[in-house]
C-alpha cells in the first residue's frame, strides 16, 4: 500500500482545513486508516483512526470535537476535516495504514504504512 497526504496549508486560528490520504495497492474498506501529527520538538502524536470493518473512529483528547476522520471507498482516500483549528495543532500530519484492527490504535508504532506528511500552520 502506498499512501500520498495532501491538503495542509496556513490557516489562520479559529480555520477549517481538510486533509486527504489517496491510496494505491491496497483498499481503505479493509484498512485500518489513520492520522498522526508531529509538532517541532516533539513525538508523532496520534489524532485519529477509522476502523474498516465498523466505520468506528477514535480521536485523540486534543482533537475531540473538532477534527473527523472519514473515508471514501469509491476515490479509495481518507480525509481529516479539522475545524476550530488552534496554534498547538500546527504540525506536519501523516496518513498511515495497517491492514488489522489493533486495540493500540493510537500507537504509531502499528503502522506500517506511512504517507509523506502535509505541513499544516496555524496562526494565531
Known amino acids: 500500500v502506498q499512501l500520498q497526504a495532501s491538503g495542509g496549508g496556513l490557516v489562520q486560528a479559529g480555520g477549517s482545513l481538510r486533509l486527504s490520504c489517496a491510496a494505491s495497492g491496497g483498499s481503505v474498506r479493509s484498512l485500518t486508516m489513520a492520522w498522526f501529527r508531529r509538532a517541532p520538538g516533539k513525538e508523532r502524536e496520534f489524532v485519529a483512526a477509522?476502523?474498516?470493518?465498523?466505520?468506528?473512529?477514535y480521536y485523540g483528547d486534543s482533537v475531540k470535537g473538532r477534527f473527523t476522520i472519514s473515508r471514501d471507498n469509491a476515490k479509495n482516500a481518507v480525509y481529516l476535516q479539522m475545524n476550530s483549528l488552534k496554534p498547538e495543532d500546527t504540525a506536519i500530519y501523516y496518513c498511515?495504514?495497517?491492514?488489522?484492527?489493533?486495540?493500540?490504535?493510537?500507537?504509531?508504532?502499528?503502522?506500517?504504512?506511512w504517507g509523506q506528511g502535509t505541513q499544516v500552520t496555524v496562526s494565531s
Open positions: 498511515a495504514a495497517r491492514l488489522y484492527w489493533s486495540v493500540a490504535y493510537y500507537s504509531r508504532d502499528q503502522y506500517s504504512k
Open positions: 477509522l476502523r474498516s470493518s465498523t466505520s468506528t473512529a
